[in-house]
T-cell receptor, first 116, second 111 residues
Framework: DADVTQTPRNRITKTGKRIMLECSQTKGHDRMYWYRQDPGLGLRLIYYSFDVKDINKGEISDGYSVSRQAQAKFSLSLESAIPNQTALYFC???????????????FGEGSRLTVL | EDQVTQSPEALRLQEGESSSLNCSYTVSGLRGLFWYRQDPGKGPEFLFTLYSAGEEKEKERLKATLTKKESFLHITAPKPEDSATYLCAVQAGSNDYKLSFGAGTTVTVRA
C-alpha cells in the first residue's frame, strides 16, 4: 500500500458543485500539504498543516478550504468548483528535524480533477 | 518572491547520450535546493537535497551540483528508464513550510 493515499484518483464534475479530495498517510508525519500542478506552472501550494490544530493558507488558497481530521488525514474541498480549478492535485507529507522542515516531501499519486 | 526557472522544457536523448538540465533560482537566503523525479501519472519522488554552493550529490546515473545562482542535474549515459520529468525546488530561509517549484524538464531517452 502507498504511504500517501489520495481519493478519488480521477473526478469529473460540473461548475458550482462541491468537491472533496481526501488524503491519508501512514508515514507518521505531522506536516501535510496540498499542492496543485498545472502544465507549465509547476507545483503551487494551496494549504499546509503542521499538526491537527494548525492550518495555514498557501500561495493560492482562494476558492479552497481544508480540514485536518486527524494526524493522518487531510482533506481539500472546493466549495463551488469552477473550470479554472481543473488541475492535478497532490497531497504531500514531510518530517521535521528540530522543528524545521527537512524539505523532503512524500507525495501521493495525485487526484485529477476536471470541472466542466 | 522566490523564482525557479528550469531549462530546457523538454529534452530528447539517445540512450547513452549524456546531458545536463538547468535550474536557475532567485531566493532570499537559500535554505535548500531539491531535485525530484516525476513519472507520468505519479507523484514527484525526492532525489537530492543541496544546501550550499559547491555541493554535489550522486545517485546512479544522476549527479546534482549547486552554485549560488543555479543547479545542474547531469545525466550520464542515460537509459530509457531515466525518462521522466525532473523538478527543481527551492526553500528559502524565511519560509520553513514552503518549497517553490520550477515547471520541470521532461526527459525522453530513446533506446
Amino acid at each position: 500500500d502507498a504511504d500517501v493515499t489520495q481519493t478519488p484518483r480521477n473526478r469529473i464534475t460540473k461548475t458550482g458543485k462541491r468537491i472533496m479530495l481526501e488524503c491519508s498517510q501512514t508515514k507518521g508525519h505531522d506536516r501535510m500539504y496540498w499542492y496543485r500542478q498545472d502544465p507549465g506552472l509547476g507545483l503551487r501550494l494551496i494549504y499546509y498543516s503542521f499538526d491537527v490544530k494548525d492550518i495555514n493558507k498557501g500561495e493560492i488558497s482562494d476558492g479552497y478550504s481544508v480540514s485536518r481530521q486527524a494526524q493522518a488525514k487531510f482533506s481539500l474541498s472546493l466549495e463551488s468548483a469552477i473550470p479554472n480549478q481543473t488541475a492535478l492535485y497532490f497531497c504531500a507529507t514531510s518530517d521535521s528535524l528540530q522543528g524545521q522542515n527537512t524539505g523532503e516531501l512524500f507525495f501521493g499519486e495525485g487526484s485529477r480533477l476536471t470541472v466542466l | 518572491e522566490d523564482q525557479v526557472t528550469q531549462s530546457p522544457e523538454a529534452l530528447r536523448l539517445q540512450e547513452g547520450e549524456s546531458s545536463s538540465l538547468n535550474c536557475s533560482y532567485t531566493v532570499s537566503g537559500l535554505r535548500g535546493l531539491f531535485w525530484y523525479r516525476q513519472d507520468p501519472g505519479k507523484g514527484p519522488e525526492f532525489l537530492f537535497t543541496l544546501y550550499s554552493a559547491g555541493e554535489e550529490k550522486e545517485k546512479e546515473r544522476l549527479k546534482a551540483t549547486l552554485t549560488k545562482k543555479e543547479s545542474f542535474l547531469h545525466i550520464t549515459a542515460p537509459k530509457p528508464e531515466d525518462s521522466a520529468t525532473y523538478l527543481c525546488a527551492v526553500q528559502a530561509g524565511s519560509n520553513d513550510y514552503k518549497l517553490s517549484f520550477g515547471a520541470g524538464t521532461t526527459v525522453t531517452v530513446r533506446a
